[in-house]
Each structure stands twice: as C-alpha cells, then as structure tokens.
C-alpha cells in the first residue's frame, strides 16, 4: 500500500521562503527507486509539473523554476525548498510517485501515486 503524506505549507509573504515535505509510506520497496516529483495546482487549471528525481539520477525541474526551487530527498522523505516565493506561486502543492517511469512533468498521468495536497499562499 503506497501512501504520500505532504506537510509544511502555509502563508508566506512574498520574497520569503518555505520548504515542504513528503513522507513516503512504499510498502516494502524504498524511495531510492522510485521517480518522485512536486506539481502545483491553482482552481480552474491543470496540474503543473515543478521538478522531480528519478532514482538515483539527478533531479530535473521545470523552466519557470529558475533556480528558485530545490527538490531533494532523505530516507523515505522529500522536500521541496522553495525561494524568492511570488504571489504566482500560490497554489496547492503535491507530491507523486512514479514506481517504474516514464515521469514527465508535462504529463502527470505517469505518477500514479499523489499525496492529498498542501497549500501555499503566498501574500
């Protein structure tokens, strides 16, 4: 049974900083071999892909990133540090999981596995 438990969003003002995590209940396999990602969603539009790390290899992020964002990972827990945060980064954060790949921030389809969501608002 896979189960992702996201946590630490909030409010924000703008310029200033957070970080999110996600623990990562996989059943007997570890997040080592998993493809692990973050996405966001604001009402009304689609699911947006922010970064993410597949396996061992190193982590990809999506352009409007620009080096604000950072996604690492520790144990079966991963986080999102989150930089120079903009009123347009408002909006509800998600962890995924993709057991075998591909993981595609174009495409969330490739996740099959979601946390419940944590918001963050940035003001």
């Known amino acids: 049974h896979v189960q992702l438990v996201e946590s630490g969003g909030g409010s924000v003002q703008a310029g200033g900083s957070l970080t999110l995590s996600c623990t990562a209940y996989?059943?007997?396999?570890?997040?080592?071999?998993?493809?692990m990602g973050w996405f966001r969603q604001t009402p009304g539009n689609q699911r947006e892909g922010i970064g993410y790390i597949f396996r061992e290899a190193t982590t990809t992020y999506a352009d409007f990133v620009q080096g604000r964002f950072i996604i690492s990972k520790e144990k079966n827990n991963l986080y999102l540090q989150m930089n120079s945060l903009s009123h347009e980064d408002t909006a509800m954060y998600y962890c995924a999981a993709s057991r075998w790949g591909p993981c595609r921030l174009s495409w969330p389809a490739d996740f099959g596995y979601w946390g419940q969501g944590t918001q963050v608002t940035v003001s």
């Open positions: 996989l059943g007997p396999s570890v997040l080592r071999t998993w493809c």
